[in-house]
Nanobody, 124 residues
Framework: QVQLRESGGGLVQAGGSLRLSCAAS????????MAWFRQAPGKDRELVTSINWMGGNTYYSTSVKGRCTVSRDNAKNTVYLQMNSLKPEDTAVYYC?????????????????WGQGTQVTVSS
């Protein structure tokens, strides 16, 4: 089993920045892909970004590309999401996810492990 714990959410004004962290524990050796998803009220959970745990290959959704950076610290088993130039439409609960094998990185059902989520609220 892998446990994921997010931190770093909060309330920020539009144009501000936040850095989310996702600390993994347990059988972290089985992790292959880690990702950040978000879910706004009344909307489906959507992929924000993903990172390959070993090679570091990354993917960003078009809605955050250029404003967000995902990174990892393998020694700390932690993934970070730096979010800049935040917009009110970025308001959502942000979830960290991980899995061994992912066929479609944008498909939430492909991820086996999930954190509890952290709220990000961007005020206008």
């Amino acid at each position: 089993q892998v446990q994921l714990r997010e931190s770093g959410g909060g309330l920020v004004q539009a144009g501000g920045s936040l850095r989310l962290s996702c600390a993994a524990s347990g059988r972290t050796s089985v992790m292959y892909v880690m990702a950040w998803f978000r879910q706004a009220p009344g909307k489906d959970r959507e992929l924000v970004t993903s990172i390959n745990w070993m090679g570091g290959n990354t993917y960003y959704s078009t809605s955050v590309k250029g404003r967000c950076t995902v990174s990892r610290d393998n020694a700390k088993n932690t993934v970070y999401l730096q979010m800049n130039s935040l917009k009110p439409e970025d308001t959502a609960v942000y979830y960290c996810a991980a899995s061994t094998i992912v066929r479609d990185i944008s498909r939430a059902d492909d991820y086996r492990y999930w954190g509890q989520g952290t709220q990000v609220t961007v005020s206008s």
